[in-house]
């Protein structure tokens, strides 16, 4: 099995496995980047250029969320827009443009990894970055319109910015988190980006993607991602932009995420290795039928705080990042 093969067909089930299929950040967490990024690039080329391709009742916020409302209706609970339809029809593919699922403990991210893909969150990033540059995708398979592709900066600076949709936890027999040493072993050790590890009834990505924006914003003490993206542009405001050619800046995203999954994933501890919940809640208590298994895992204490704090930085930093990377295409 190739990497690329491996990452897609692992996120894929999981859409078949989960009860509301984890988001990176969720629709608040989304919302707070492209809020952040509004706030940046106001009175700018970047804002009018991102205006022209939006409609009326659009804004970037909203344009946040659009990649995973077009994986279906479990992810944003509505039906998709024809518009969605027709991007998922012509980037079969798009459900792996949401991360890479490079073993954690690796230093950098590299397209050869196990875990790294063509269709992965970094190689789309760039080639939507290129679409809106007028220039040609370097995967001709990545077919956006000008509008998708904005759709998709908007959200996969988002997605690369959690760190376990770059770092994915890998747990061999002995119930360690190891590296793989090929693409069999990388199968039977993979825990889909640590969906199917579970701490109590909750997996760790979604705890990630959910809980701990939840509790940030109550660090921040706001109730709306409104107000939590008013309480962050100043920081945001003070980080400077990556050097270097545009569309190359995901890669070093990347690997910065990489280094963050290797802080967050590895103080975590396997208890067991068990049979999953029913369909749909991998991490309730086995099923008598369950056709998957997961990892039982223990946190380590101050986990939540300082997890909360780290989830507020990386937002923190994606809406950064967002706005000049909107800046750089349309200076």
């Not at 989960?18 to 706030?39: D, K, S, Y």
């Not at 079969?92 to 992965?120: C, E, K, N, T, V």
């Amino acid at each position: 099995m190739k990497p690329f093969t491996l990452a897609i067909a692992g996120h894929l089930a999981l859409g078949l496995a989960l009860p509301v299929a984890a988001l990176a950040w969720g629709r608040q967490g989304h919302e707070t980047i492209g809020n952040i990024a509004a706030a940046l690039i106001q009175g700018t080329n970047a804002e009018k250029q991102v205006q022209n391709l939006l409609k009326a009742d659009e804004t970037l916020a909203t344009a946040a969320e659009w990649p995973d409302c077009a994986k279906g209706f479990m992810y944003c609970q509505r039906e998709p827009t024809e518009e969605m339809k027709e991007f998922a029809t012509n980037n079969p593919h798009h459900h792996a443009y949401h991360y890479a699922d490079l073993p954690f403990q690796l230093s950098a991210y590299q397209r050869a990894s196990i875990g790294a893909s063509s269709d992965d969150v970094v190689s789309i990033l760039g080639d939507a970055v290129l679409t809106l540059q007028g220039k040609p995708a370097v995967d001709p398979s990545h077919k956006l319109t000008k509008r998708e592709a904005l759709f998709v900066i908007a959200h996969m600076t988002g997605d690369i910015h959690q760190p376990l949709h770059v770092g994915a936890p890998y747990v061999s027999g002995s119930d360690r988190f190891v590296v793989p040493a090929n693409d069999k072993e990388a199968k039977a050790e993979f825990t889909q980006g640590g969906n199917l590890l579970c701490h109590g009834s909750k997996n760790v990505h979604s705890y990630w993607d959910d809980d701990l924006v939840a509790q940030a914003m109550r660090a921040a003490k706001v109730k709306t991602s409104a107000d939590f993206s008013q309480a962050l542009v100043p920081q945001a405001q003070k980080l400077k932009a990556d050097a270097g050619p545009v569309d190359a800046w995901p890669t070093a995203w990347a690997t910065e995420s990489l280094h963050l999954a290797s802080a967050e994933i590895a103080p975590l501890v396997v208890t067991a290795k068990r049979p999953s919940g029913p369909d749909r809640s991998p991490c309730q208590p086995s099923a008598a039928n369950a056709k998957t298994e997961v990892w039982d895992v223990q946190l380590p204490p101050n986990y939540a705080a300082q997890g909360a704090a780290t989830a507020a930085d990386q937002l923190t930093k994606a809406g950064a990042r967002l706005a000049y990377v909107l800046k750089a295409i349309w200076p």
